[in-house]
């Protein structure tokens, strides 16, 4: 048999599906998903031996203004972020990368930090109350309660609905509006019929991530004082009743569980529509906006301008009056905290990066029940609101030094063990658990665009699995490595409750540091601290936009 022959043979086979899976592929893989899901086991572990009475959480109020806030935040992070998205890539909107970068920056800015700047702008004594009181208004519309929550976490949320809408149009096939416009059928009526049923899949991920992100957020809804189901865990966690935090935060993931099942189906509605890529064209489908170029423009500029404008004019203001703030405060803001940020950041972004590697390529190499097992159990943690993810972890902390204890009264030897509450091994798992399916995700769709006949033909040429992988796959998924890499460094940079639950004492951050002085009434000492944080956070997301392609 000539060498071509026994090449021949593995590749013709290569487009079948693979009824055998690497053992310790599929073993790697497994023991990363039990990690990811063992923080649940933890509360689940806590709340069964729990002595709570249950009938005390029945919170009605709390329960309906948690489920309130997700849907109106859900429903005008969509009304936002479709409109943007169609205008800077289908229409002659001017300057449309200007705007398609403007509007997706907000994602650098923590919500609670834009929390902070709106209380300053628009609170009863900030900036736009003390001009107006100048020219004789006496009030302006509270900021604080269920519409200023909704408004804020809006205004930093809307950019994932415009980031996965944008990248559907992007991807789509131009050639079926052409059809439909031969057809005399009008542009409104063919978004509505060819394009719209095209995007829904891409809105409903947008839209699953502005959900999940509005239901776990707990530091903007403290800020503007509304009671949600994170507010009240932490007031739990915090008051000694770790049972009822517990049982609360089991509310808080059956209400998860909820929104992943009506995306779910959502997901299974639109299964079949048909995702093109963009065809060459013989006409030009782009949109000419005509006379609503000026509305367009005043949108856009209007957005950018709740989102960042007003931010980071209010941190520039807290920077140029900062330096008497300083002086007066204790808080006094140190360049360490900066490298701590920067430091757990890049250990979660590398961690999550090297534990989403064998996942990613397990499940598109090897599609089986096993592997789509696996593959889905390493997204449970992102559905995990921080504050839970925090809470079971120090459970699980707690336990552990109190057993290495109790070994250690028999066995002496037992006290050189390492603790885990409150250390940064636990802290920075508490981020890989979060935000590992953004690598793995990323990475997956670099694993699938590999020809696998490189990989065979390594194979056929000597190279053992690991060295084929090494020496093939792995410097051509580098690319989605790197971009997974830059999101969760990004999202590390700004997360919030998981950091205030398992920091390591005497470790503060930027986000530490920003919730510490958020009653000093220093704001001046935030400023610092809150523009390293948006800069650095700005960094990554240049990553991630130049991926884009």
Known sequence: ????????????????????????????????????????????????????????????????????????????SVLLGVPLAFLTVRTDLPFRRFWTIAVALPLVIPSYLGAFTYISAFGPSGYVADALAAVGVESIPSIYGFSGTALVLTLYTFPYVFITTRASLLSFDESLIEAA????????????????????????????????????DFGTPNLLRLE???????????????????MLSLQLLTITAVILAVQSRVGDTTQGAYVGTRAGTSGDTTVSLGAWTA???????????????????????????????????????????ATNSVLVSVAAAVACALAAIPVAYLAARHRSTVTEIIDRATYVGYA?????????????????????????????AANYLPTLYQTLPLLIFAYVVRFLPQSVGATRSSAMRVDRNLTE????????????????????????????????????????????????????????????????????????????????????????LSQEK
Do not use: H
């Open 1 to 76: 048999m000539s060498a071509l022959d026994r090449l021949g043979g593995p590749l013709a086979r290569l487009g079948s599906s693979d009824s055998e899976l690497p053992t310790g592929l599929v073993l790697l893989s497994g023991a990363i998903a039990a990690a990811v899901l063992s923080p649940i086991a933890w509360l689940l572990f806590r709340v069964v031996n729990a002595e709570t009475d249950v009938s005390l959480l029945t919170q009605p109020t709390t329960l309906l203004t948690s489920i309130g806030l997700v849907a109106v935040v859900t429903g005008a």
């Open 181 to 216: 416009r031969t057809l005399q059928v009008s542009r409104l009526e063919a978004f509505r019929r060819v394009t719209l049923p095209q995007l829904v899949p891409g809105i409903a991920s947008g839209a699953l991530l502005v959900a999940l992100y509005a239901l776990s």
């Open 228 to 246: 949600v189901l994170t507010q009240a865990i932490w007031v739990e966690f915090n008051g000694f009743g770790r049972e009822t935090a517990a």
């Open 295 to 337: 509305p367009a423009l005043a949108f856009c500029s209007a957005v950018v301008t709740m989102c960042l404008a007003v931010p980071l004019g209010v941190l520039f203001v807290w920077f140029r009056r900062g330096g008497s703030s300083i002086g007066r405060t204790r808080l006094v803001f140190e360049w360490s905290y």
């Open 384 to 412: 995990m609101p921080g504050i839970v993810l925090g809470l079971a972890l120090v459970f699980f902390g707690v336990a552990y030094g109190s057993t290495v204890s109790d070994i250690a009264s028999v066995v002496p």
């Open 457 to 544: 033909a390594a194979r056929l040429l000597g190279r053992s699995p690991l060295a084929a992988f090494r020496e093939v796959s792995l410097p051509l998924i580098a690319p989605g490595v790197f971009a997974g890499a830059a999101l969760v460094f990004l999202t590390t940079m700004k997360e919030l409750p998981a950091t205030l639950l398992l920091q390591p004492t005497g470790f503060d951050t930027l986000v530490t540091y920003i919730w510490a002085i958020r009653e000093s009434g220093s704001y001046g000492a935030a400023a610092i601290p809150a523009l390293v944080l948006i800069v650095v956070s700005g960094l990554s997301m240049v990553v991630i």
